[in-house]
């Protein structure tokens, strides 16, 4: 299986303030990487795809980047609303596999 | 619009069977891959397995012989079973529409089933 560490476990920024959360894959996925965003007591919401292609519907404060094995969620801006659980997640084998997440508080 | 709703019971005895159903609306699952992930305490995300459009499946090996995922077309359901569970299978499970160029883009709200006597 394809293991993706996902960093940082967690982390508090102020309102404003740029962020990135990073996942490693153990190998390259040519750019087959989700990253998803999961509200307290709700169900997760795709927000890139393709490592880098936003979702409809999704604020253009959120990015992402990368190549190979590594990969990058930007969130330029926080806002009071993006506190939550972020995932990455790869299809480029099966079986699909997750990130380990990153817990994002407002500092 | 596309909605996902799971649905099952939320408590399940060990070496039993859990069985939750995923009603879909808005878009027919005769198109696309379904399937079935699970979120454990800890916040540890397994991806179980998918059903496609034409029915055929792929599922995660750490689950071996013990998972089947079935369909009916005509009640725009798709299905999840696990056999012999332990209180190690004890999560939420979601089921969600997925794509591998795309990702997941369409969730159900989630189902928390717990395996307990």
């Known amino acids: 299986d394809i293991q993706m560490t996902q960093s940082p476990a967690s982390l508090s920024a102020s309102l404003g303030e740029t962020v990135s959360i990073e996942c490693l894959a153990s190998e390259g996925i040519s750019n087959d990487l989700a990253w998803y965003q999961q509200k307290s007591g709700k169900s997760p919401q795709l927000l890139i795809y393709a490592a880098s292609r936003l979702q409809d519907g999704v604020p253009s404060r959120f990015s992402g980047s990368g190549s190979g094995t590594r990969y990058s969620l930007k969130i330029s801006g926080m806002q009071p609303e993006d506190e939550a659980d972020y995932f990455c997640?790869?299809?480029?084998?099966?079986?699909?596999?997750f990130g380990s997440g990153t817990k994002l508080e407002i500092k | 619009e596309v909605q996902l709703q799971e649905s099952g019971p939320g408590l399940v005895k060990p070496s039993q069977s859990l069985s939750l159903t995923c009603s879909v609306t808005g878009y027919s699952i005769t198109s696309n891959y379904w399937g079935w992930i699970r979120k454990f305490p800890g916040n540890k995300m397994e991806w179980m397995g998918y059903?496609?459009?034409?029915?055929?499946?792929s599922y995660n090996p750490s689950l071996k012989s013990r998972i089947s995922i079935t369909r009916d077309t005509s009640k725009n359901q798709f299905f999840l079973q696990l056999n012999s569970v332990t209180t190690e299978d004890t999560a939420t499970y979601y089921c969600?529409?997925?794509?591998?160029?795309?990702?997941?883009?369409?969730w159900g709200q989630g189902v928390m089933v717990t395996v307990s006597s």
């Open positions: 969600a529409r997925e794509s591998r160029t795309m990702g997941m883009d369409y």
């Open positions: 997640q790869q299809s480029y084998k099966y079986p699909l596999t």
């Open positions: 059903i496609s459009y034409s029915g055929s499946t």
